[in-house]
């Protein structure tokens, strides 16, 4: 199985967006591909049980199917940061716990999962741990999602040499521009071609209504799957 694990320069910047289209990419190339949300704030109480929206979306362009919460083992409902939101439910996450999870839950046929973080890389887990911990204890490649916008030059050199620092491998990144009206939006992306030492997996333009399927085909899945 091949694990990636999707950050983003910031949030609301359109890391779902791309991770949902990264599932369906791999999908439609006939893998047998899962996104999962290890840890999801803000969610809203469904016939009883709290569920995310970015983890239904994930569920949505997958091509295995899993219950809800192997998908997302912790999901808390204020959308504010999650060691914040998992402090006042008094739910304790830590990565070890998760890597368990989902070396119990998921099927050994899987071609290709797709975590997805939330926030940032440094977004707090709890007092010690953040999602770098996450990622670095399940040993998953990573894809940066940048969010084209007025900072992401020093936001994503940032999260590239933060990723690199702690040793796991930088697969690729995406640009995303969530931002119709960015200005200097072509240099801006061609300082950022400059700068990153990585392969630019795709550029996802501007979008109203950004459906997975919409989304993948600005994407270079044999960048991920050969």
Known sequence: MKRLFVTGTDTEIGKTVVATGLVRAAAGAGYRTVGLKPVAAGCEIINGVLVNDDARQLMLASNVDL??????PVALEPAIAP???????????????????????????????VFEGAGGWF????????????????ELDV??????????????LLSVRAI??????????????????????????????DRIDGPLMGVVPNMDQPSAEAVSKHLNIKAIMP
Request: glycine share 6%; proline share 4%; aromatic share 8%.
């Open 67 to 72: 219950d809800y919460a192997t998908v997302n």
């Open 83 to 113: 060691h914040i939101a998992a402090k006042q439910a008094r739910v304790s996450i830590n990565s070890g716990v998760l890597k368990t999870h989902y070396e119990r839950n998921l099927p050994d046929d899987i071609d290709l999962a």
């Open 123 to 138: 977004v707090p887990l709890n007092d010690y741990e953040t999602f770098e911990d996450f990622a670095l204890v399940m």
């Open 143 to 156: 894809v940066l999602v940048v969010g084209m916008k007025l900072g992401c030059i020093n936001h994503a």
């Open 164 to 193: 690199r620092a702690c040793g796991l491998s930088l697969l690729g990144w995406i640009a995303n521009f969530p931002d119709p009206s960015m200005d200097v939006a072509k240099e801006n992306l061609e300082t950022l071609m």
